[in-house]
Structure formats: structure tokens, C-alpha cells
């Protein structure tokens, strides 16, 4: 081989070392941390509200539209 023909090889072996085979990208750590950390939020803000008994009209209106 030439010198050119190596240096083509060399840099095609570091890009693909530097990209991971199975799609996934090397943000997948701090992605899961904010996945956490919305999903902590989230579960603080709302929790109290979706433990709330639905109302009697809306479960009226939920039966009442059934058979259509």
C-alpha cells in the first residue's frame, strides 16, 4: 500500500471508532439523568391531582357517550 491508500485507512478506522456500532449515542447518560429528573418534577407537580377522584358530571358525560 501507499502512503495515502494508509492514511485513508487510519481515518476511516478512527471515525468508525469514535461512533458507536449499535446507533446509540454517547448522550445516553445525561439523557437518562434528565429522563430522571422530569419524571421526578413531573411526579411532584401532578401526583396529588391524578390521585383526585374524577368528577360526577364527567363520569356522567363518559356514560352517557358509551353507546355512541
Known amino acids: 500500500m501507499d502512503e495515502q491508500a494508509d492514511k485513508r485507512m487510519l481515518g476511516e478506522e478512527a471515525s468508525a471508532s469514535s461512533h458507536p456500532r449499535d446507533g446509540r449515542s454517547r448522550k ?3 439523557d437518562a439523568a434528565f429522563d430522571l429528573w422530569l419524571q421526578r418534577g413531573l411526579h411532584a407537580m401532578y401526583d ?3 390521585r383526585e377522584p374524577i368528577p360526577e358530571e364527567l363520569l356522567r358525560l363518559i356514560e352517557q357517550d358509551r353507546p355512541k
Do not use: C, Q
Open 28 to 30: 445516553g447518560a445525561p
Open 48 to 50: 396529588d391531582i391524578a
